[in-house]
């Protein structure tokens, strides 16, 4: 399969694209008329941690809360933590280098999941720290 004979004659499209790709669509004719257009598709998934496109479909991360606040946030003010979702690559590194990047913490008795709480480190700045909040032992925090 490929474009017709007069588009691989076209300097145009071999400069422009350098090769004839899979998600290139050529010169075609529609209902008598020859549209030349050459359209080629953007990727936008792209990984939140490593920053490479993400090939099919990205692996996703929410940040919830346990408990639901008594108000929601109003419209003229920003949330404390953004739930997301955030995509990533498949590998929990990905996740973990975009946690070190935003400044959470990671709990090192949980994993990283789908759905990962946020919880807050007292002290006098604020921090957070990101577990999945299935173990029932006391956090450890650890730098992501």
Known sequence: MGLPTDAYNDGF??????????A???P????GVQ????????????????????????????LLDIVA???PVAWTERP???PGPFQFHGDPACVRRWM???????????????IMRPVAIPGEAVRWGLCDGIHRDDHEFVPA
């Open 100 to 114: 070190g990047e935003k400044g959470y913490l990671f709990c090192r008795r949980g994993e990283v999941r789908e």
């Open 13 to 22: 499209v071999r400069r422009a694209l350098g090769r004839i790709g899979t």
């Open 80 to 82: 404390v933590v953004n």
């Open 28 to 31: 075609m004719e529609i209902m």
């Open 35 to 62: 549209i030349r257009t050459i359209v080629h598709d953007n990727v936008a998934r792209r990984c939140d941690g490593c920053r490479d496109i993400i090939d099919g479909t990205p692996w996703r991360v929410n």
């Open 69 to 71: 606040s008594e108000s």
């Open 24 to 26: 290139t669509i050529g």
